[in-house]
């Protein structure tokens, strides 16, 4: 099993940065990729950012350029920057841990961008 602890969300206005942090403990061995994903009001829950243990990332298309996923390996722990934030942006933000049996979830962290 492995436990996930997301923090860093909050409310910003738009234009501005948010940092999240997701630290997973338990069977940590077992990870292959960490990421994000987020769910606003009304929509299917999607892919933000994701990153391998051997460090290669892959962001969706409305981040590029100004969110960055970094993982610290000795803290167990991945991060997202979030910078230029919009109003879009405002959703429910979950971190994922992927292992070759299951995928692991946070509980998420709500990010409100105000415009």
């Known amino acids: 099993q492995v436990q996930l602890v997301e923090s860093g969300g909050g409310l910003v206005q738009a234009g501005g940065s948010l940092r999240l942090s997701c630290a997973a403990s338990?069977?940590?061995?077992?990870?292959?990729?960490m990421g994000w994903y987020r769910q606003a009001p009304g929509k299917q829950r999607e892919l933000v950012a994701a990153?391998?243990?051997?460090?290669?990332?892959n962001y969706a298309d409305s981040v590029k350029g100004r969110f960055t996923i970094s993982r610290d390996n000795a803290k167990n722990t991945v991060y997202l920057q979030m910078n230029s934030l919009k109003p879009e942006d405002t959703a429910v933000y979950y971190c994922?841990?992927?292992?070759?049996?299951?995928?692991?979830w946070g509980q998420g962290t709500q990010v409100t961008v105000s415009s």
């Open positions: 994922i841990a992927g292992a070759p049996r299951e995928d692991y």
């Open positions: 338990g069977s940590i061995f077992s990870i292959t990729a």
């Open positions: 990153i391998t243990s051997g460090g290669v990332t």
